[in-house]
């Protein structure tokens, strides 16, 4: 999708609040030139330069467009007349002081109600960006945050979407109300004075050029300063979840030096954008300045030698023609500040519009339970031909079995259970879920399948009912309670200060390891799923946390079919059945007793663990 159409389409449910506004500002720019057009009747009461008209004789239109403008002059200095004759020029020049300071009043008022009305249409347009960009982030694969950094993702939400505000948002006040005023403007200038209006249009094709330039530079520059700020937010992501080893390696130095380079390469573009943005306002003031003294000369030639020009139609001349100069710099900033957000809506734009890889077929298969087995059938996963991570993979898990995965780091273990989670999707082959392929399942529906528990326990800033509710959103509070003594989490969350409504922190770190993977492992049971993955999920603990974790997933798998991954391999050897890999391969398959007494691989991994 294109970005003004990405803009467009997010648009049409707030698209109320810009008619409105551009209603609004419609009547602004109408009382604009309502307003300063009266002052053309008062200055010339004070010069006395009205000419008096013949009331006797009513102003008839002609009905022709063209004679229009003529006609309403007409009609204004007939009534004018009128009122003088009545009562006098003095009471004449109050009524139009009154009528004009009215005009100027409902003026702004108008200005400020447009300006408000889009505020809603502003602020509407970037909360529902945030919000599909956020949906987006939920529905990703896995494999974009392995090669995204998360603090540049943080960037993108807030400061990229925060410029898409301020620098598309934020200038369509400018946008939509500058062309209108300068067009009507320039159509009053013309019926003043055609000559001195022509003369004057010189100055706007160097106005755009100079629009032109500044914008494309503009772009170039903030789409370095926004890449910038997104490594200096993954910087910063990395220093608060590293401290402790950043502290015990005296990695100070060494962090505050990227961090001051990141910093100096960002303050280095933030300041050329800053620097060409603030250039265009200038420079076309600059132009317009030096227009204006051009028509003051023009204008004097025809007032003090030619006498074609009346002093006072003359100063209306440049008061209206400074009604143009204020919305011609507004606008040139706007298109400024749009490039500059436009650099920041082309990388909102590079995540909503990325390819999400694992994905539902047109007419999805729902699923609601596991009745006979799963099956990986010929799997292979690569990320190309020189990095193969399985090659002509082959298990059956029957129902209600579980089955381990041994082997050394990076022999493929938890490739496949990123697999069977469907964080991926297969290179070759297909997993088959009762004979159906998971590719063809409701994805939803077939996640509802599956629990799991990783070595690194993902806890969220809430409190421990709410992670363990997670499981099941809609559990009473008996079930999460009955889930967390399965998990021998019950007791240690009965001594918190306020027991299952304790907050646990920021990635749960007021918990120990074996508190945290116990909860995660309670979340697992409330959830109660047919398949359970568990990732060494004990290898991180110690002895004695490990003990009660242990315990507690044994309880969780009884009768349910289960894939465990295992470090220890003192955990598995109650599984039905354990499979050893090695680069990407089985080697080994079979009971613990058999493998054991075979004397190959598995034999030798038990025996490095001193377990026999």
Known sequence: MKPFQRILFFAKPHQKYLFASMFCNIMYSLLNIFSVATMLPILGLMFGTVEKVDTSKVPVYSGRIVDFFGYAKDWAYYSIQLKIDQHGAVQVLALLCGITAAAFLLRNAFRYLGAYLLVNYRVGITKDLRTAMYDKFLKLPVSFFTEKRKGDMMSRISNDIGGVEGGIMGSLVDVINSPFMIITSLITLFILSPQLTLFSLLVFPVMGWLISWVGKSLKRQATAAQEELGNLFSLVDETLKSSKVIKIFNADKILKNRFNTTTDNWQKYAIGMSRRREMASPMSEFLGSVTILIITWFAGVQILTEQTMEPETFLVFIGMFFQILDPAKKLSS??????????????????????????EIENPIPISTLKNQIEFKN???????????????????????????????????????????????????????????????????????????????????????????????????????????????????????????????????????????????ARAVLKNPPIMILDEATSALDTESERFVQDALERMMENRTSLVIAHRLSTIQKADWIVVMERGIIVEQGTHQDLYEKNGIYRKLVDLQNFG
């Open 334 to 359: 706007a298109i400024s500040n749009i490039q500059g957000g436009m650099a920041s809506l082309d990388r909102v734009s590079e995540v909503l519009d990325y390819d999400l890889k694992v994905d």
């Open 379 to 521: 799997i292979g996963f690569f990320y190309d031909m020189d990095n193969v991570i399985l090659k002509n993979f082959n298990l059956t898990i029957p129902k209600g079995k579980t089955i381990a995965l041994v082997g050394q780091s990076g022999s493929g273990k938890t490739t496949i259970a990123n697999l069977l989670a469907r964080f991926y999707d297969v290179s070759e082959g297909e997993i088959l879920v009762d004979g159906e392929n998971v590719k063809n399942l409701k994805v939803p529906d077939y996640r509802h399948l599956l629990g799991m528990v990783t070595q690194e326990s993902v806890l969220f800033n809430d409190s421990v009912f709410n992670n363990i509710l997670m499981g099941k959103p809609d559990a009473t509070e008996e079930e999460v309670i009955a889930a967390a003594k399965i998990a021998n989490a019950h007791e240690f969350i009965d001594h918190l200060p306020e027991k299952y409504y304790t907050n646990i922190g920021d990635d749960g770190n007021k918990l120990s390891g074996g508190q945290k993977q116990r909860v995660s492992i």
